[in-house]
């Protein structure tokens, strides 16, 4: 279980914008339904400086700055901020009825203010300066900078300027548990720092040299893709790390024995072979975009184990390291 300072959601809140309400419903959570869902060398200055002298010589998921997901378990098997006073007492969504899920509202801010402080120091080591994003919480279907999204993709991230948000249907995480078999709430951290991971490469400037060089070679568009999303759980296994190390006010650690298995059981469910075979679908890697189950733990854990950013170099790796 993840622990964390309530005072520390509360800084966490100016990163949530609710929308919750303002897209059509797919029903309550009870039933579960719907659909399946640069600074000084080193650090991540360094990293940020290989990559794009590698990418000047071939992830957005889309061409033309299209959402980033790693999340996308549909069934086809393919991807100034407003403030929300939600808070440990508040249980009202939009003044009229009691928020079934003020407790999960309450984890995404301690996370996304975490997740982002951890970068930060990071980025500042790195004598570079890092860019805060939000998340919007819908319901069912949102307008973005990068057009109109359902819940049925999943967990998602807008680059596009103006937005460069992370966007989530919470009824996704009912998904996860129970048809992907991948419950807990350090599952559920494990996909908001896989999307903030999404966020870093955008404003680095990554996910621009990855579509670059998708267009300049459109046979290896799927093979970036999963490259780019293996980095994001990269990103995520260095987050923990860093969490792993630190403890609340009360002494109590962050994370538990048991929440990293939890990460990686969600990395596993997420795995695009899992979710073909799930599916009923031929397991065919020529078509993966996100990775497979074991590739996904496998980068998720190398992040994890060294805390090193520049551990997370997947363009640079071979095609057995990416499960390809």
């Known amino acids: ?52 002298v590698m990418f000047l010589g071939g992830n957005a998921l889309t061409d033309g700055g299209g959402t980033s997901s790693g999340f996308d378990i549909g069934a086809t098997g393919f991807e100034e901020t407003n403030q929300v006073n939600v ?13 079934e899920d003020a407790d999960t509202v309450e984890l995404m ?50 680059p596009a300027p103006g937005d460069n948000r992370v966007y989530i249907d919470l009824d996704f995480y009912d998904e996860l548990a129970r048809k992907f078999g991948a419950p807990g709430d350090f599952a559920q951290a494990y996909v908001i720092a896989h999307e903030v991971g999404h966020h870093l490469q955008s404003v680095t400037g990554i996910s621009d040299q990855v579509r670059q060089a998708q267009q300049q070679n459109p046979a290896s568009k799927n093979e970036l893709s999963v490259r780019q999303e293996l980095q994001a759980d990269c990103f995520a ?27 990686l059981a969600a990395a596993a469910a997420v795995g695009d072979d899992r979710i073909q075979s799930q599916a009923g679908m031929s397991v065919d890697p020529h078509t993966w975009t996100h990775g497979s189950a074991a590739a996904r733990q496998a980068w998720f854990m190398r992040g994890f184990r060294s805390g090193d ?7 640079g790796a071979s095609s057995d390291e990416v499960g390809l």
């Open 1 to 52: 279980m993840v622990e964390y300072d309530r005072d520390a959601a509360q800084r966490g809140k100016r990163y949530i914008e609710d929308r919750r309400g303002q897209g059509q419903r797919r029903g309550r959570r009870s039933g579960g339904g719907g659909g399946m869902p640069v600074g000084k060398v080193g650090g991540i200055g360094g990293l940020i400086i290989t990559l794009l």
């Open 87 to 99: 808070g440990p007492d508040d249980t009202m969504l939009n003044g009229d009825r009691v928020d």
């Open 109 to 158: 801010a301690f996370l996304m203010e975490d997740i982002q402080v951890t970068w930060d120091q990071y980025f500042t080591e790195a004598g570079l300066d890092y860019q805060f994003t939000s998340m919007v919480l819908f319901t069912g279907s949102v307008s973005t900078g990068c057009g109109n999204a359902t819940s049925a993709v999943g967990p998602f991230y807008c």
């Open 237 to 263: 296994g260095v987050w923990a790390n860093s969490a792993n190390s630190r403890t609340t006010s009360t002494g109590r650690r962050i994370i538990e024995e048991g929440d990293i298995e939890e990460g």
């Open 309 to 315: 950013p520049e551990q997370c170099d997947t363009y």
